[in-house]
């Protein structure tokens, strides 16, 4: 059992009991779902190793009644509070809560009225206009809920990158293994790092192609096999992920490599430039007449075009033909280039782990500094901070960051941007911050100018050093908000505030053109993870994979410089 699952019981039950109209007892189930879905402890462990209690300490939110609902339902695979509330409802109205501006007050609603109990029965309903005739919902519900099952239609169809790659890489490292297999590689939309993905696709190379092929199509976790030839097959998984694989000859993997990483366009262009130099490419080699000249790697194939080798990141037909061409592609960031994380948050907010547990973490990770940034007052959902608790938070955080060898511990808050544009805190208070994260988390539906001038007031503001997540979108449940980004930009770069680039796989915000956008008018970055347990650290790969994919170079980005360098980056870092 995993903690997701166990999670997705506990938001299940909120949702029910919430339709049910049944106060604050939702509230505590989320939380609870929430500390054990982004807890680094793996639930099953604790449990075994020291049982009921051992839930109740690890997960913030867990006490008596849901420690016993988790540990039923991992001696027995099934908790019967939950089925018994299921029971009360139609069968796939909890599909109806992954419509954004839908919760389950106005599910409850929808099914009462107009027997409402899953999306396509929705989109009936909402195309008929017999939602904006309810007299609590209206014509501005209706049309927000045909957006929402817009977006949940798409989100069905592409996944994260953040929740595919890790899939992908499990299984190319089996194919990888694999005794006939020579080489293999993650090709297509993961290979590029593309923010959400149709299918994973891999390439190997194997003298044994019809081996490979077999062993392939038995792997566990594969539900069905939808194609098998002598070179190429595709399956689908349990979760319904499709996986193509291409088995080729060594002497062609290189090229077949560049083919079938993409993109398209990219190749397309790729194939223009060999013909205007009298060469032909396909996806076995690079040919002169009859003559096959290259194959084997990339590296070949892109040299004998006359270009230096191009990052897969930069493969979308941007320009990077003609830069490579130049010899002028960027020097791009990579992992190892990042020194440390601005956004991460504890269980003293939302987090569900200790200001302690989160600078191991990073300090595992080699980082020189991490900067623990909860929440501030007005963001209640988020068990944002009073003043008073603020202050001794700081005072907490800096003691920590003294007793801590080899490692700054930065005392920060993500801060409420308000709709006035004000921060969230006393300007006493904010003085006493080595770091002032601002975000937006409310009014997502102000006018372009209401949203523009909030964002534009709270980059004049002196204490702000980092706009977190600037657009404010969740990949398919909230579309970004309407704001003018060329302001925000020109403000940023001017103020020198930094612009994030949070990883979160649900966010990563800003997105690959916005940060390509935004470097053209002088802008520079953080890439933050805006971690909520020790494990969301990880995820500092996917905003990498942004910056890269927008070009962007180490000088780009405030978080690769040394700890020693910091007190010439911010206002008050000493
Ligand atoms: P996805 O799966 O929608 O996220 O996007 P991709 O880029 O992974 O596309 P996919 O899986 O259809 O194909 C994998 C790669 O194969 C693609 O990036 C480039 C290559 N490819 C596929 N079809 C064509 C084509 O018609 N022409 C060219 N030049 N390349 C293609
Ligand atoms: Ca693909
Ligand atoms: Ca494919």
Redesign the pocket.
Known sequence: MKNSEVADILYGIADMLEMQNIQFKPNAYRKAARSVEESSHDVNEIYQSKGKAGLKDKFSGVGNAISEKIEEFLTTGKLRYYEELKKKFPKHISELMEISSLGPKRIKLLHEKLKISNVKQLEAAARKHKIAKLATLGKKTEEEILKGIEMFKRGQE?MFLGHALPIALEIENKIKKFKDVEASSI????R?R?E????I?ILASSAKPDKVMSFFTKLPGVKRVLAKGSTKASVLLKNDLQI?LRVVESSSYGAALQ??????EH??AV?ELAIRKKLKINEYGVYKGKKKIAGKTEKEVYKKLGMDYVEPELRENRGEIEASLKRKLPNIVSCNNIKGDFHAHTKFSDGSDSIEEMVAAAKKLGYEYIAITDHSKSLRVAHGLSEQKMLEHIKKIKVIDKKTKGIKVLAGSEIEILPNGELDYSDSLLKKFDIVVGAVHSRFKSSKEEMTSRILTALENPYIDILAHPTGRRIGKREPYEVDLKKVFEKAAKNKVYLEINSHPERTDLNDINAFEAKKHGCKFVIDTDAHSTSGLDYINLGVAIARRAWLTQKDIVNTSSAKQLSKLFKRIK
């Open positions: 592409r090709c297509g939309s993961i590029r593309k959400t993905i149709g299918d696709d193509d083919y079938f990483t993409g993109s398209k190749n397309i194939r």
